[in-house]
């Protein structure tokens, strides 16, 4: 059989959601098509298969600089992948995280690239220029619009980055939503490894994996628990980062330092995960929260602040996800749901699960109902009917 040529292109795969979305499609997808995967830079922490084509378009690291010289730094990145695609009869090509999609566009708008293109956007884009400072927001903006809007089609990971994408960045083309997948068996052989952390009976475990960012707002986990110092609860912060130092900081200036356990960032969370009683996610902002989807896998119940962008996609998929909780918590169908930086509300929520067993047991039952619609083949699957369904629409 003979099978078409695709190319991934990603910055690295040294890390991240996106990155580890790309090696689940190579293994997926490597006995429908010829799939090369081309790299900003070196560097791949995820398994591909063995005879997996790389090209790395540089011989040094391309990191992040000004956002002037980053502009400036497209065109020669286009020219050269560009090059590869020629030489490769590249039919399709995808692309994820914004600097990967600019290039794939210019590649085939300026330098005669004759694929058709699929943008894979993981991020709220909105949410993420208003982190940004102005000159670099404007930049994004218009790039974003400039480009996005002459993709053959947009794959967005949750349905309100779709909505995202149309209403603020006027987006044209077609845009289909595929969720991420989560390796639900790896995931339950992982979890079933005995921690290195001794969990006493007597208390009653809430855990959360996050990296030490502005986003991942830590300090209202510590306020809320600061809240429920009355109860036998321990929080486990699991990750690393910069600004672990400051909440550790902010633990001890609440005097809970016996109450809330730092672990450093593990290669299997799950054993963490699966040992506790009660996951939680306190982001400010998120694209689609692989960490909510994995303690889902390992089968605990979760609460989640009801933040932009995934939270309320998982737990409450019946919902319009553009609704967002301003005060208190809701009882969503797969989970509790809280409003964001609001520690009353997130104290409130975890009271409520560490008193209701019967409500701990009603959401550990239904994890993995719901997990399954997450499920690395049935996203895979996904990915190949839009992918196939290109090239078919190509081939007239």
């Known amino acids: 059989m003979h ?12 890390g991240g959601g ?15 098509f010829d799939i090369h995967i081309v790299l900003f830079e070196k560097g791949v922490h ?4 063995v005879d997996q084509k790389v090209h790395v378009l540089s011989s040094g690291p391309a990191e992040e600089q000004s956002v002037v010289k980053n502009v400036l730094n497209l065109h020669p990145w286009a020219f050269r992948y560009a090059k590869y695609c020629k030489k490769h009869r590249i039919e399709l090509s995808v692309s994820f995280l914004n600097r990967a999609c600019y290039v794939n566009i210019m590649a085939k708008t300026l330098y005669g ?65 595929i969720y991420n997948a989560v390796e639900i068996p790896k995931i339950r052989a992982l979890m079933l490894e005995k921690p290195d952390f001794d969990f006493d009976p007597g208390f009653f475990y809430f855990i959360s994996v996050a990296g030490f960012r502005v986003g991942k707002n830590h300090k209202v986990m510590v306020s809320a628990m600061d809240k429920l110092r009355h109860l036998p609860c321990k929080l486990l912060l699991v990750g ?35 040992a506790s009683d009660c996951f939680i996610l306190s982001s400010n902002v998120e694209g689609m929260p692989n960490v909510l989807l994995e303690a889902l896998a390992c089968g605990i119940p979760v609460i989640s602040t009801d933040c932009l962008t995934g939270p309320r996609e998982i737990l409450a998929p019946d919902t319009d996800p553009g609704k967002t909780i301003k ?20 104290a409130d929520a ?23 619609d997450f499920d690395t083949a049935e996203i895979v699957h996904q990915f190949h009917n839009v992918f196939a369904g290109m090239f078919v629409e190509g081939a007239g």
Do not use: W
């Open 3 to 14: 099978k078409r040529n695709l190319a991934i292109i990603i910055h690295s795969l040294k």
């Open 18 to 32: 996106a990155e580890r979305m790309v090696s689940i499609l190579a293994n997926g997808l490597k006995d429908f």
């Open 46 to 49: 995820y398994q591909l298969p």
């Open 113 to 177: 690239c004759t694929y058709k293109t699929i943008i894979c956007e993981r991020t709220h884009q909105l949410s993420i220029l208003s982190q940004l400072g102005k000159l670099n927001a404007f930049i994004t903006r218009f790039l974003i619009k400039k480009y996005y809007n002459k993709a053959d089609l947009l794959l967005a990971n949750s349905r309100q980055i779709k909505e995202d994408l149309i209403a603020h960045f006027y987006i044209r083309p077609e845009i289909k939503v």
């Open 240 to 274: 690393q980062g910069k600004l672990q130092a400051d909440v550790r900081d902010f633990v001890d200036k609440k005097q809970l330092s016996d109450r809330i356990i730092f672990i450093p960032q593990q290669t299997n969370p799950f054993k963490y995960v699966h």
């Open 327 to 346: 005060e208190g918590y809701e009882l969503a169908k797969y989970g509790i749901l809280c409003a964001v930086d609001e520690e009353t509300a997130m």
């Open 350 to 372: 975890m009271q409520k699960m560490f008193l209701d067993e019967a409500l701990r047991n009603h959401y550990r039952s239904l994890a993995q109902e719901r997990i399954a």
